[in-house]
């Protein structure tokens, strides 16, 4: 045999392995060797069940062989018709069978549907959950740490990491075509949804309750009194009540309400940049007919009308914000006035934040709800 035969040999396997039918049979001795492997793993971890399963099929092949037999001698005695008649029977159990199949891939069809559509229905549901849980870890860890320690610098810290990551969670996407979303696109849009929500309520839920000794779900070990202070300035004593350090309340409420207040400046520039772009390219003769000042005001002007409903709507949180933090210990008004500067930071690092569209946060759609804004 010479070595353009035993080439030609080796083409032909190659062609005969690569072809349809056998890679079908290929397939088809995979998936029976991973069936006897999982059988051999499983009767080492649940015998008895296994040996039930194996009585079982025992038992079929049994009545198979006798069948068999059955017809056989059926036929030796010269009852030919009758074994005839009972093949005729078998074939069509067997059909039945293959109906029952069929039956049974529509019903696991179905139920993968209707899981699907529950999944993608529950999905805020599994995000409102998870954020509970993060509150109660959150929860327990500030106040394992307010046990021993002092907590103003983890406060600040604290406060940080969270503004930054709803920040970085509530970030502006493009929203995709209705049509090419598959149900885990949208199951991930209604989770990220439900997440966002459910993040911002712990956050504020936790900045209310994150002094509280009266958590009824915290062991009696955690429900302490917390320290915090930054040099002299007691931030566990109530904001409103008149103190040697009653100016630096002050200031610090100063400080978070004009870092808010240029949040909202740079919202109001960069959607008036935009808006003067989209005017020069829109209409070049138009753009002509104006001075340079004309069109920056009615740029300014687009935009502040744009952001108009949001600074009433931030006008409106902070001052209820406020109000209500004033009967709690000033350490509120730090996170305050931490995330207003998070905040900041987050609109610096993610110009996009400036030019999204209106916000719709859970917080936003309350305060419309309750002042009919």
Request: aromatic share 16%; no cysteine; glycine share 4%.
């Amino acid at each position: 045999m010479g070595f353009m035969d035993i080439k030609e040999i080796l083409a032909n396997r190659q062609s005969n392995i690569s072809s349809p039918q056998n890679r079908g049979i290929f397939v088809l001795l995979r998936w029976i060797l991973a069936f006897l492997g999982f059988i051999l793993i499983a009767g080492l971890l649940f015998p008895t069940a296994v040996g039930a399963i194996l009585n079982f099929i025992w038992v079929t092949l049994l009545a198979i062989v006798v069948t068999f037999f059955t017809l056989g001698i059926l036929v030796i005695v010269g009852l030919r018709q009758e074994a005839s008649h009972i093949l005729d029977i078998l074939f069509e159990g067997s059909l039945t069978f293959l109906d029952l199949a069929d039956f049974i891939r529509i019903v696991y069809r179905r139920f993968i549907e209707v899981l699907k559509e529950f999944l993608v229905f529950a999905a805020p549901v599994f995000a409102y959950v998870l954020t509970f849980v993060l509150y109660v870890l959150l929860l327990i860890l500030y106040k394992w740490v307010g046990r021993s320690f002092d907590v103003a610098i983890f406060t600040i810290i604290l406060t940080f990491l969270l503004v930054y990551l709803f920040g970085f969670f509530n970030r502006p996407k493009p929203d995709p075509a209705e049509e090419d979303l598959t149900w885990r696109d949208v199951f991930k849009k209604r989770f990220r949804g439900g997440f966002i929500d459910g993040f911002e309520i712990v956050l504020f839920v936790f900045f209310l309750t994150m002094d509280s000794t009266r958590v009824f779900f915290l062991p009696e070990s955690l429900n302490v009194e917390l320290k915090a202070k930054l040099g002299g300035y007691d931030l566990m004593v109530r904001s409103f009540i008149y103190t040697d350090h009653m100016k630096i309340t002050v200031n610090l409420i100063i400080i978070t309400i004009i870092t808010e207040i240029f949040r909202n400046t740079m919202k109001v520039i960069a959607g008036a940049r935009k808006h003067y772009i989209s005017d020069r390219s829109f209409d070049e003769t138009k753009v002509a007919a104006y001075s340079r000042s004309l069109r920056i005001k009615n740029a300014i002007r687009k935009s502040f009308n744009d952001a108009k409903d949001d600074l009433v709507k931030f006008i409106t949180f902070t001052t209820v914000l406020f109000g209500a933090f004033m009967f709690f210990p000033r350490l509120k008004l730090l996170t305050l006035g931490v995330a207003s500067v998070t905040n900041l930071f987050l609109d610096i690092i993610l110009p996009e934040r400036l030019t999204s569209q209106k916000s719709s946060d859970l917080l936003s759609r309350v305060i419309v709800k309750v002042f009919k804004l």
